[in-house]
């Protein structure tokens, strides 16, 4: 267990090598586009990842193969990621680490976010929780390119996380 945090909430193994196993996994060995994480049980944990369903495996497999895991990144993964966070994730705070792609005149990028969503409708006391544990999970996590902390649905947005990070890299 990883107990460098800030609340004394520590990051579970097993999230943390979902993480490096299957998210940021070295060169092109990655099969998750995103993961979803909460602290269940005073522990943080693994509780979504994308993709999950036979289909969107399948899916990113195609795109994969296809050459086209980045043109089409916001219809096949950025879609469902905005959706399930409406369903799922709404009043609710939690980490997201999202494998965000995206076609610039100079060739293909990809940037390794952590999202702290503190919903502004999340009680005070979740939103604490998340807030002071957030330092230490984000220091178990090796390899984040951008940490946003987006408050309401419009900041997750596609094209208000591009909008973010074009003004980190200037």
């Known amino acids: 267990q990883?107990?460098?945090?800030?609340?004394?909430?520590?990051?579970?193994?097993?999230a943390i090598e979902l993480y490096s196993g299957r998210l940021a996994a070295?060169?092109?060995?990655?099969?998750?586009?995103?993961?979803?994480?909460?602290?269940?049980?005073?522990e943080i944990?693994?509780?979504?990842?994308?993709?999950?369903?036979?289909?969107?495996?399948?899916?990113?497999?195609?795109?994969?193969?296809?050459?086209?895991?980045?043109?089409?990144?916001?219809?096949?993964?950025?879609?469902?990621?905005?959706?399930?966070?409406?369903?799922?994730?709404?009043?609710?705070?939690?980490?997201v680490v999202?494998?965000?792609?995206?076609?610039?005149?100079?060739?293909?990028?990809?940037?390794?976010?952590?999202l702290k969503w503190a919903p502004d409708k999340a009680s005070v006391r979740a939103k604490m929780r998340i807030a002071g544990s957030y330092g230490g999970f984000a220091g178990s996590l090796a390899g984040i390119n951008a940490k946003l902390n987006p408050t309401v649905m419009g900041d997750i947005d596609y094209d208000n996380i591009l909008a973010e990070l074009k003004s980190m890299s200037k």
């Open 26 to 42: 070295p060169g092109d060995s990655a099969t998750l586009d995103f993961a979803i994480f909460q602290i269940v049980n005073e």
């Open 2 to 14: 990883n107990s460098a945090m800030t609340t004394g909430i520590p990051t579970s193994d097993a």
């Open 98 to 114: 999202i494998n965000f792609r995206y076609e610039t005149p100079d060739g293909d990028r990809s940037k390794m976010c952590l």
């Open 45 to 95: 944990v693994a509780v979504a990842e994308f993709p999950s369903s036979e289909e969107d495996i399948t899916a990113r497999a195609d795109a994969k193969a296809a050459g086209e895991l980045f043109s089409g990144y916001q219809e096949r993964v950025h879609t469902a990621f905005c959706d399930l966070m409406a369903e799922e994730y709404k009043t609710t705070p939690c980490y």
